[in-house]
């Protein structure tokens, strides 16, 4: 991850500390190939509920940073179901699945963290879809185009290439086709290119709120995905402070149309 992400020297530490958002590589199921779906998904799940639709999403996380993980720790997880809801789209049926996940080190606990993913048929168009989805999705997305944007303090260009995909979905064991297999997302699943995942992109905002702000840690991190980022173009990382507190910040990626993709907010210490 640390080649992939260009952060070598961070292994320049006798004891590296894992950076945030890094323990999605860790606690991967492996499935055996006959029980993943076409799409490269498994076609059931230890954890989550049976959802009779296609297209799965991630949608949007919360997280509370309590302590350090540190590369060579041994670490618990426990994850539990908090929810699941079904929701109407403008083309079906949504449903919202939220997990929580508890990670603890050998100090006590280290994160807290509620991810909510979303189900929904091939039907919709992904390209339009905001990901997250009700009733009130369509006005939101609406509302979120038209409100004026910050000026960001900070601004980074990315370029998302396969290569780059390729490594992410190698290093989370995501067999997912829609990130690496360009003729299945286009032909089959009717994207317009590469899928850039989802943990992906605030991965990338968060290592770049961490550079943009470096004498400050990060205690919280949440964000949305509200359109699809594409490996077409290159898109942009935003951040600043709140003007009013300094402890928080925004971040949100934006693609090369100027369109909010992610957004995001946290507070620092």
Not at 47 to 76: E, I, N, T
Not at 134 to 162: M, N, Q
């Amino acid at each position: 991850m640390a080649a992939t992400l260009g952060r070598t020297g961070m292994m320049d530490a006798e004891k590296p500390v894992l950076p945030p958002l890094w323990h999605w590589l860790y606690g991967k199921s492996a499935p055996d190939r006959a029980a993943l779906r076409v799409d490269g998904m498994p076609r059931e799940s230890a954890l989550l509920p049976p959802v009779d639709l296609p297209r799965r999403m991630w949608a949007s996380s919360a997280l509370q940073f309590h302590g350090d993980l540190y590369v060579g720790d041994k670490v618990c997880r426990v994850s539990e179901v908090a929810d699941v809801a079904l929701k109407q789209g403008r083309s079906g049926d949504l449903v919202f699945v939220e997990t929580v996940h508890t990670l603890t080190s050998p100090r006590g606990a280290a994160l807290t963290e509620r991810h909510t993913m979303v189900f929904r048929g091939l039907e919709e168009k992904p390209a339009a879809e905001s990901l997250q989805g009700g009733s009130s999705a369509p006005a939101a997305r609406r509302d979120t185009e038209k409100r004026p944007l910050p000026e960001p303090e900070y601004s980074r260009e990315i370029v998302a290439d396969e290569i780059l995909l390729f490594r992410y979905s190698a290093l989370t064991f995501n067999s997912h086709r829609i990130h690496y297999d360009r003729s299945y997302a286009t032909q089959t699943e009717g994207y317009p290119g590469l899928v850039v995942h989802g943990p992906l992109l605030a991965t990338l905002l968060l290592d770049f709120v961490a550079h943009s702000f470096p004498d400050r840690r990060i205690r919280a991190f949440s964000f949305k995905a509200v359109n699809p980022v594409f490996d077409l173009h290159p898109f942009l990382l935003n951040t600043r402070l709140d003007t009013t507190e300094d402890k928080r910040f925004a971040a949100w990626v934006t693609d090369n149309g100027g369109k909010v993709c992610m957004s995001a907010e946290g507070r620092l210490e």
